[in-house]
Nanobody, 126 residues
Framework: QVQLLESGGGLVQPGGSLRISCVASGRTTSNHFRGWFRQAPGKEREFVATISWIESVILYGDSVSGRFTISKDNAKNTIYLQMNNMKPEDTAVYYC???????????????????WGQGTQVTVSS
């Protein structure tokens, strides 16, 4: 069973940048996806970005496209989320998620991902 551990959250000013990381304890050998979701207080969990482990297919949520970049380091079994030009509405707990079985639904669907990290808080405020 893969376990995920996020790190790198914190406080950043509007317009600033932050990079968060997620390392997996188990090996990923299939072309399944690993991605980021976020959840602000009182709101539903929202898709942010995802990347396929072998072919590096990448997708972004509309609210972060052009500002956030997802990447991976296969050797370190780690994915990253580089967040630039951050806005107060980016404030949320950011969760790393991993897919371990085949799924035919959307890449942004919560149901695709069966392993979740504990989350890391990101706050954008002056």
């Amino acid at each position: 069973q893969v376990q995920l551990l996020e790190s790198g959250g914190g406080l950043v000013q509007p317009g600033g940048s932050l990079r968060i990381s997620c390392v997996a304890s188990g090996r990923t050998t299939s072309n399944h996806f690993r991605g980021w979701f976020r959840q602000a207080p009182g709101k539903e969990r929202e898709f942010v970005a995802t990347i396929s482990w072998i072919e590096s297919v990448i997708l972004y949520g509309d609210s972060v496209s052009g500002r956030f970049t997802i990447s991976k380091d296969n050797a370190k079994n780690t994915i990253y989320l580089q967040m630039n030009n951050m806005k107060p509405e980016d404030t949320a707990v950011y969760y790393c998620a991993s897919q371990s079985r085949d799924y035919i639904g959307g890449y942004d669907s919560l149901q695709r991902y069966d392993t979740w990290g504990q989350g890391t808080q990101v706050t954008v405020s002056s």
